[in-house]
């Protein structure tokens, strides 16, 4: 039988790969800011180590301050200007295309070389693809300070209207997802008593 720590680890993954599925498995583009992504990859598997760490800090001046300092560390991260993007569940043509429509919509003139779009005043957008997982990374370097969140609102307007077709990745995650947590989640019921009490010993 599986102990509860292995379980504890199991199901954050399970929950990753599960939300990694349906981001993958929607009928159109999900457009995802860098931060956002990197935030539920960190987030989700952060949440394995979660019952360690109270139990090894507990509600202590430590680790207040390092759940203070996450707070404001997530905070600064979102309120920055963007300037990478994930697009979800797009081919590498479709990509290009959405990008070349978004920066046209904002009236921003552009000179493409392969997967590279040159801005005026040196700026550049680099389009990179990953065919396996039928994704596409899309990062701003230069340009106005303003230029991120304008082409940002023009893109996620352009993807709406794209519709995809199904993503054998997306399944194949879901599928994954699913096998990691039938187990565990059967071993847990099992065990629903043990986990009360480890619950109710990490309360203060």
Same mark, same amino acid.
């Given at each position: 039988?599986? /102990?509860?720590?292995?379980?504890?680890?199991?199901? @954050?993954?399970?929950?990753?790969?599960?939300? +990694? %599925?349906? &981001?993958?498995?929607?009928?159109?583009?999900?457009?995802?800011?860098?931060?956002? $992504?990197?935030?539920?990859?960190?987030?989700?598997?952060?949440?394995?180590?979660? *019952?360690?760490?109270?139990?090894?800090?507990?509600?202590?001046?430590?680790?207040?301050?390092?759940?203070?300092?996450?707070? #404001? %560390?997530?905070?600064?991260?979102?309120?920055?200007? /963007?300037? !990478?993007?994930?697009?979800?569940?797009?081919?590498?043509?479709? !990509?290009?295309?959405?990008?070349?429509? =978004?920066?046209?919509?904002?009236?921003?003139?552009?000179?493409?070389?392969?997967?590279?779009?040159? +801005?005026?005043?040196?700026?550049?957008?680099?389009?990179?693809?990953? @065919?396996?997982?039928?994704?596409?990374?899309?990062?701003?370097? %230069?340009? *106005? /300070?303003?230029?991120?969140?304008?082409?940002?609102?023009?893109?996620?307007?352009?993807?709406?209207?794209?519709?995809?077709?199904?993503? /054998?990745?997306?399944?194949?995650?879901? &599928?994954?997802?699913?096998?990691?947590? #039938?187990?565990?989640?059967? &071993?847990?019921?099992?065990? =629903?008593?043990?986990?009360?009490?480890?619950?109710? $010993? &990490?309360?203060?």
């Amino acid at each position: 039988m599986l /102990p509860l720590s292995v379980i504890g680890i199991i199901l @954050p993954v399970a929950g990753y790969f599960l939300v +990694l %599925g349906l &981001l993958n498995s929607r009928s159109r583009p999900q457009l995802l800011r860098t931060s956002e $992504d990197m935030l539920l990859l960190v987030g989700s598997l952060g949440l394995a180590f979660v *019952p360690t760490a109270v139990q090894q800090i507990g509600a202590t001046a430590t680790g207040w301050t390092i759940a203070a300092a996450t707070i #404001i %560390g997530v905070w600064r991260l979102a309120a920055r200007q /963007p300037t !990478a993007w994930v697009i979800y569940n797009l081919s590498a043509e479709s !990509a290009h295309q959405a990008v070349s429509k =978004a920066l046209t919509t904002i009236g921003v003139q552009y000179h493409r070389r392969g997967s590279r779009f040159l +801005l005026p005043d040196g700026g550049r957008l680099v389009v990179r693809c990953f @065919p396996l997982l039928r994704n596409a990374s899309v990062r701003l370097k %230069g340009g *106005p /300070p303003a230029l991120g969140r304008r082409f940002e609102t023009a893109l996620s307007e352009t993807l709406s209207a794209v519709q995809t077709d199904a993503n /054998p990745a997306g399944a194949a995650c879901v &599928l994954a997802a699913t096998a990691m947590l #039938i187990v565990p989640t059967m &071993l847990a019921a099992q065990r =629903a008593g043990e986990i009360v009490r480890l619950i109710s $010993d &990490l309360l203060p």
